[in-house]
């Protein structure tokens, strides 16, 4: 297998890892811990518990589906936007650019089964000090796609090639 195609392979297994991971993270807080109803609380850590929410919107709460028709209109959204993940990380040849798409397309695949199945995202990590929470409740579809953005727009500010021009200094010229 070509490095290019081997590195595309790996990014396509973190995504399937980080969507069933996800997947299982839900079911296991939900299920075994019996977290089933919204405001259902597990202390963990004086900085961490784990709290069931339902996200009827997208980030940070964000166009909140109200009908059936926002719902769908959501999942539509964010199919389209893991689409264009997809191809970009199919396009992508380097393991380090492809990763972060990886983490990302998990993330967007685990958060629309979730809004497709129950008609919200299930979020349950609650990271707080004392009552600041410098986030909402979260999940790890979440988590991941945070991780997976920030890791792009580093990447992208701090691996821009300098242009090495041959005539820097001298006044530009008009033809």
Known sequence: ???????????????ALILIADQWLKHYVT?????????????LLPFFDLTRTSNFGVSLGMFTAHSMEMRWGLIGMTAGIAAAVLVWLLREEKLADIL???????????????????????????????E???????NLADAAITVGVLIILARSFLSREKRHDSHA?????EN
């Open 31 to 43: 299920r075994t811990l019996g977290l089933d109803l919204d405001g259902e609380q597990i202390k």
């Open 1 to 15: 297998m070509a490095p290019a195609a081997a590195n595309r392979a790996k990014g396509l297994a973190l995504a």
């Open 100 to 130: 972060p798409l990886g983490l990302v397309l998990g993330g967007a695949l685990g958060n629309i089964r979730d809004r497709w199945l129950f008609g919200h995202v299930i979020d349950y990590a609650d990271l707080h000090f004392g």
């Open 132 to 138: 600041w929470r410098p986030f909402l409740v979260f």
């Open 169 to 173: 200094g001298e006044p530009a010229t």
